[in-house]
């Protein structure tokens, strides 16, 4: 499975962003998508996860109520819409994948099998 992200830059504080990335090769038996980030100097945070079969999703408190998590109808490509961006959002976005939603969300992003290549958010006054 190889993942394409889009979406990112530069963007002013109170702003928003949209990422994007979509799934190729052998996406059967994915469940689980969604978005990693890693700011300067810290640790890695899972974001936000959804389920392509369920559609249960999964967030990150920092980002509750500002960022939403969709996927497409043919369920290949997901995206993180992310409003009132705030200074501390600045990270690097990792699209990553996984055949189970529930260790993602649970687990944390330590157990997730595949991960994008990752865009940059600067968000800045």
């Known amino acids: 499975v190889q993942l394409v992200e889009s979406g990112g830059g530069s963007v002013q504080t109170g702003g928003s962003a949209r990422l994007s990335c979509t799934a190729s090769g052998s996406t059967g038996n994915i469940d689980g998508m969604g978005w990693v980030r890693q700011a300067p100097g810290k640790e890695r945070e899972g974001v936000s996860y959804i389920s392509l079969s369920t559609g249960m999703v999964h967030y990150a408190d920092s980002v509750k109520g500002r960022f939403t998590i969709s996927t497409d109808s043919a369920k290949t490509t997901v995206s993180l819409q992310m409003n009132s961006l705030k200074s501390e959002d600045t990270a690097v976005y990792y699209c990553?994948?996984?055949?189970?939603?529930?260790?993602?969300?649970?687990?944390?992003?330590?157990?997730?099998?595949?991960w994008g290549q990752g865009t940059l958010v600067t968000v800045s006054s």
């Open positions: 990553v994948a996984d055949p189970s939603f529930f260790r993602m969300a649970e687990a944390g992003y330590k157990y997730i099998k595949i």
